[in-house]
């Protein structure tokens, strides 16, 4: 065989075992897993296996010596009653299916297939296809469980966007769906696919939260059940991986998430919801500034999860003055490195914080309408779309800023390999550390590695994204 089949050597054993038993009389051989756990595969390995020895394989005839597979035998009308008929002497028949007792209780063997090692599925993903590591971790994160499941690993890549950067493949977006023929999502419509839609949107619940739906209880708790029982959901009511929860959303739309996000925050005071919710609430300009106060008092524990509230808040005051507000918002989010929501707050708006703001999305690949001011220009001149920058006026102190111009300077002359320009900039900036950090500042722009630039120079003020050119060039 051209390929090897990995981590399912004992279960091809087995069916060699079958095989030669079945000389004497015929056998009948179940093969036992879940939907992507590679059932079809073995099929596949084992027809190729049996044909290579000269045995024929997919017979419906009598034979000295013969082997019938049946995929997914489970969808056959009466899967007994068929796959016994098929059974005589020299035949033995495989049957593949998810698990049906009635099945398995007729076969002479049963071959449960397990899930695979995490490190079984990241060599058969890498040697296919030559992937980052950052790809693998995303893939192994977002599936949770099923990445034991060889085929929803492969069918999740095959959907999954990715993009080229130089002779390896990284991820084009942070988000990883299952694919939408996904065994786990058939029985996920009608009430069962609110109730999986609340579980999405609240991260879990718990049985009394079903009053949230307004619907029947005991249809709820009936569909929450079949839900649980299905996989769908784990026994302690959460979807079940993160990959399956974008694909309940994605099922959704915007239109219903938006509906099921309002209808759980109009009346609520928690701000994960209302956050959520954002600028569909009614009273969305009212509840922005309780929204930003309660960011302010999880800043320091949360910062992360504050910058989403805030972000959230800008949002939620429409098109009134928010100068503040925006400003603490994008100084949070570039904190935290959550590009994804810095982009959404520039759609919105644009005033002095915004330009640094922009400048760093520009910098990670990002493309932005935003004409901006000195900092875009810096930035602009870094990709080659300018000639040079003008270095800008230095001020001591500059708290209100999310970059200050002394920040700016420093990262231009490392940039430009003016070490000692860029050593009287760092007497100005805010970060003490940066200004002891010099010869590594000065030897990071020489590389042109400018996210370890603007770590030094930002400090605490700046984390590099996880994903895009940036964090790449750094590694």
Known sequence: ??????????????????????????????????PGSGRTELLRFAAAMWRAEGVPVVSHRPRSRAVVLIDDADHLSDPVVTTTAMRMPGCLVVAVCRDHAEL???????????????DVVTELITTRDPLDHSVVEALGTALGPLYGNPGTVLATLGETNLTW?????????NRISLPKDHHLLEHVHGLAHRVALLCVVRQGIEVTDLKLLK??????????????????????????????????IDRSGEDEVRRMHVALAVDSFDPDLVALAGR??????????????????????????????LAAAVLMTQDRPCGRLCYRALAVLIATGQHELIRTVLKEREDASTDAAAMLLLLNGDHTSINGGPAVALARWWLGERPDWTPL?????????????????????????????C?????????????????????????????????????????????????????
């Open 393 to 421: 006026p230095m001020n001591t102190h500059d708290d209100e800023a999310v970059i200050t111009n002394a920040e700016l300077n420093a990262i231009y002359h490392a940039l430009r390999f003016d070490a000692q320009a």
């Open 104 to 118: 398995a209780e007729a076969a002479d063997v049963v071959i449960d297939l397990p899930t695979l090692s995490h």
């Open 215 to 248: 619907e029947d209880l005991a249809e709820c708790g009936r569909a929450l059940d079949d839900l649980v029982e299905r996989g769908v959901l784990t026994k302690d009511l959460k979807v079940a991986c993160p990959a399956l929860a974008n694909a309940i």
């Open 423 to 475: 050593r009287t900039a760092l007497r100005f900036v805010r970060d003490d550390h940066a200004r002891d950090s010099f010869d590594e500042i000065t030897e990071a722009g020489t590389a042109g590695d400018v996210a370890t630039v603007l770590e030094l120079v930002l400090g605490h003020r700046y984390r590099t994204p996880d994903h895009g050119p940036l964090k790449l060039y750094q590694r």
């Open 1 to 34: 065989m051209q390929e090897e089949l990995r981590g399912r050597h004992g279960e091809l054993a087995a069916l060699r075992a079958a095989f030669e038993a079945a000389a004497t009389r015929g056998r009948l051989a179940v093969v036992r897993g879940a």
């Open 165 to 173: 950067v130089g002779d390896l493949l990284f991820l084009a977006t």
């Open 280 to 309: 569909d609430l009614p009273d969305a300009p009212h509840r922005a500034r309780w929204l930003a106060d309660r960011a302010a008092e999880i800043e320091a524990t949360d910062q992360e999860r504050a910058g989403r509230w």
